[in-house]
């Protein structure tokens, strides 16, 4: 089962990124755990991962108008993983386009 979404490149995470040099960002399934998000990090990219820090956030509310009115919603909750990596290894996202 994938539990990696997509890579986190924000503002944000492009600081910490730049800070400490090993350090990457990732939206994950909340039901991930720290092991299985090292198991398929590795994989998916070759790396040594050295340590994964996980935290969860709520989704964002949604509302729009529309002819029927008003509808409220909720989208849904994730985990954001910040990994660390060993010593000199890099992961490039944009090497596929």
Do not use: C
Not at 47 to 54: G, K
């Amino acid at each position: 089962m994938a539990f990696i979404i997509k890579p986190l490149v924000t503002e944000k995470m492009t600081k910490i990124t730049d800070k400490f040099a090993n350090r990457y960002g990732f939206i994950v399934r909340p039901e991930a755990n720290k092991l299985q998000i090292k198991s398929e990090i590795e994989s998916l990219y070759h790396v040594t991962v050295v340590a994964v820090n996980t935290a969860r956030y709520a989704g964002k509310r949604s509302a729009r108008y529309t002819k029927a009115g008003l509808i409220k919603g909720q989208k849904p909750a994730f985990k954001k993983a910040i990994v660390t990596l060993k010593e000199g290894e890099t992961i490039d996202f944009y090497s596929n386009i």
